[in-house]
Every structure is written in structure tokens, then in C-alpha cells.
């Protein structure tokens, strides 16, 4: 079976806002340090591959480690020992397991909206995945999701079930329980974390503080 492990900021190089293990290149923090925390993750869990991520729907299978960075929110292999990592500081990391082909898959707002999982799991099953099972790492959650009515609109409309309010009363999402129910409905059982990145001090939280840095969802056969 697959192995799979959620990091936070704890155990990093970098300082001030990007304390400690920031594994993101995109954020201004020195690239150098970013670096030496992505070697602290290779020593640790193996060779691992990375994606630049737009909040697109673009799944990029992976059969070889390689100096490129596939721009993409989803990358899957059949590859035992190679490691994908997806990084998020809100958003949902979610990671997809099977006896012979996982995934890492960047989930937010958009992601949800845009199919992003739901065309990883069909990619998944066209390479004879078998049955799959799902883990949510830490995200925002839907006390602290706060958004305007028409983006609330935007997403309630296709998820019912992102609905949910602030301790305030005001309009927000849950987009946590939306992903989980969209992957029951194809029949895919899920596990989630429910650290919440605003809340929990020790994950990177960009509605916390825009500048910060991202921890990972990392997943291998
Ligand atoms: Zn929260």
C-alpha cells in the first residue's frame, strides 16, 4: 500500500514568515533555504516530485524523475519510490491511494469548482487503479472560510454541501466536506485532517498572513 504524510512549518531552515519548512520556490523566501528544506523531505521520504500549480485542472501522469517542474494541480504514478508532493497553504492537499497508482492533487476553491479530482480519479482508474481511498490533509476550515455572496453563490450552486457560516453568522465554505462528498459519489472513501491552517499555528495559513510559506501533501508507493 502507499505511504502518505502531511508536513507543517516544524522542523525547517527558513526564517521570519517562512519559518521553518517552507518547501515553495514561489513565495520570496530565500530559494537557496527552500532548497535545503526540499533535501530535508528527499532524505527523508525519497526522491520527490513537485508542480508548479495554477488552480487549473491539468493531471500530469509521472513515469521518470526529471529536472522539469510540470506546471499542473495533479500528478499521479504507477512508479514505486517516486515520492509527489503538492503544496498548499489553505487549500485542501489531497492524496489518493490504490495498490498500484496514487496521486496528489491541489484542491481549492477553484480546483473544486474545475473538476480537478474528480479528472484524476478517472485518469487513476484508465490506468487499472482498482479501489481508491482518499486523504485530506489540513485546510482552511468552514468557520474560518469566510467569502463574499457571489462567490458563495458560485460554489453552493454545484456543492450544496460547502455550505456553512462564520462564528459571526456571515457566509462562508467548507470545501473540505464538498471534496468528500463529490469522492463518496464515486464511490471513494475518505480520511480527513481536521487542523485547520487559520487556527493551527504550526501550518501555513495564507488567509492568516499572505506572506507565508507552504507545506506538503507527499505521497508514494
Ligand atoms: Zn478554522
Redesign the pocket.
Known sequence: MSFTFFTDRLGGLSQGDFSSLNLALHVDDDSSVVIRNREIISNQYGPTMYMNQVHGNAVEVVSALGNATPTCDALITTVPGITLAVLTADCIPLLLSSKNVVAAVHVGRRGLINGVARKTVEKMRELGSGAITGKLGPS??G??YEVDQKTFDEVISVFPSARSETAQGTRALDLASALVADLNDLSIECEVDSR?T??DLDLFSYRRTQRTGRQAGLIRL
Open positions: 482552511i476550515c468557520t474560518c485547520c487559520n487556527e
